[in-house]
């Protein structure tokens, strides 16, 4: 048999552990032990039973008096200890190193700051100034803790170990959390809350870390987020924390109970916070999705403790700014854009004048829609809720179809009419205070009276008034049938056109020029 080989399956540590075991054994049992090669030489010790039985200068032995010095070890000792665990996170799990260095890890944290992790894994948030560096006064080997580690300023919310800690792999992290009792939904700790956001921000900005692996850690963050809510959290943070976890393996449960607490405090939300990008499987630039969900949550709650409207119209006037905003994307359908714009109920806006321009710019930015889609999108606005000026540039707008503007001007004098009744029946003997007169081209203009000391009108002159309102009518109805006429004379002239193209191409053919030659000659 050449080259004779033994595999050894599943070796914590691979190669490099099995080498520094051969240094051991070929060296008389001598061999130099660090806080970083620690790990590999114990759970190889264990994996290859390198006990009393086999010798009394054995390996386990030498790295459990090393490991009995673990109280000694400086912050940064401990921290490159763990982190070369990783490779072999489940052997040193079953050991038990792992739940020695985490021990060790959080006594160092409890002694260099003013928060204690013992007795308790729930803690109230400190002020901005318990932040503070590490006091290793009562450290044993605090000139060595001093020299190795030098915390940064930490800002508001943040401790002096929250860095430190991103250098280590998610399930260590996991350990961590599970041995202070706040892994999961057991999480119901601000602090540890905070340190998971900034974990997993630095998660994100690691090249080629595998996300799904931080999908139990986005979980127990937002468990924590929603346990402390509006007290902890702003709306703007709440975004935050949604863009910040959701590409990192969140569940769904988890996601639709942030969701639920952002929907709550949409009143107090921004522009700016809507805007989430949609990613490449939404079809679109922004996440649609997210903001109907939003709004769909708030609209419920509304109803089921009482409609606020002055909140209610703040979110009105926020909806029509996202509508204004999304309406270029060129991955935006009309189902979507009328699915946000119809989200609200009516009495959450006094003026659908933004609705109206958000419909324009839409119709803008897609100009190869049919008639019937132009015609299906309008249907979110309230006619009687367009201000004049509004009402006057829709009849002027050759984007939308003449029905709809029709409709608009209709809505409109039907509006006025009604006003003048109620005018008329409170003052029956005060003139009217302008009179509507509409062009030919839809258009209305107010006249204001003459002079407030002018007498009044005799009642007769109401039928009058109605009568030629009537005729104005008249006259706008009969405009846009003649709009009509002259669209049908345009797509047959357009049609016209056609057809003389074709005959211009077939007059430019070879055979043409041959005939035209020869009647030449």
Known sequence: MKNPSIKIMDFPGGSDAFELVLRFCYNDG???????????????????????????????????????????WTWNDILCSLKSCEPFISSADESGLLHKLVSSLLAKISANSEISFAGSASFSAPSSSSSSSPDTSNNPQSSSS???????????????????????????????????????????????????????????????????????????????????????FSCRG????????????LSKECRVKLERLMGLMLDMATLDDLLVSGGSSNGGVYDVNLVLRLVRVYVEASMDVGVCLPKMKKVGRLVDKYLGEISPDQGLRVSKFLAVAESLPDCARDCFDGVYRAVD????????MSSEERTRLCRCLNYEKLTLEACKDLAKNPRIPPRIAMQALVSQQSKLQGRRAVIGQYHPKTPSSSRIAYSTVGEMETEEASSSSSPPPPTESMPEEKEEMRLNFERMRWRVM????????????????????????????????????????
């Open 361 to 368: 710019i839409f119709l803008e930015s897609h100009p190869t």
């Open 30 to 72: 001598r061999l130099l032990m660090t806080p970083t090669n620690l790990p590999l030489l114990h759970c190889s010790a264990i994996d290859l039973e390198m006990t009393e039985k086999a010798s009394t200068c054995n390996l386990l032995r030498q790295t459990e008096t090393f490991l009995d010095g673990l109280f000694y």
């Open 238 to 249: 709440l975004f935050w924390v949604l863009r910040t976890v959701s590409c990192l393996g």
């Open 146 to 232: 001093t020299k190795t580690h030098d915390p940064i300023k930490p800002s508001f919310g943040r401790e002096w170990w929250f860095d430190d800690l991103t250098v280590l792999p998610p399930p260590i992290i996991e350990r961590f959390l599970a041995a202070l009792g706040a892994y999961g939904e057991d999480n119901k700790n601000l602090i540890l809350t905070r340190f998971l956001l900034h974990y997993l921000k630095s998660a994100i900005q690691k090249a080629g870390s595998t996300r799904f692996e931080y999908g139990g850690l986005a979980d127990t963050a937002v468990h924590g987020v929603v346990l402390m809510g509006r007290t902890a």
């Open 482 to 521: 003649e709009l009509e006429k002259v669209c049908k004379e345009m797509k047959g002239q357009m049609s016209k056109m056609n057809k003389n193209k074709k005959v211009n191409k077939s007059m430019t053919s070879p055979s043409h020029h041959h005939h035209r030659g020869l009647r030449l000659c």
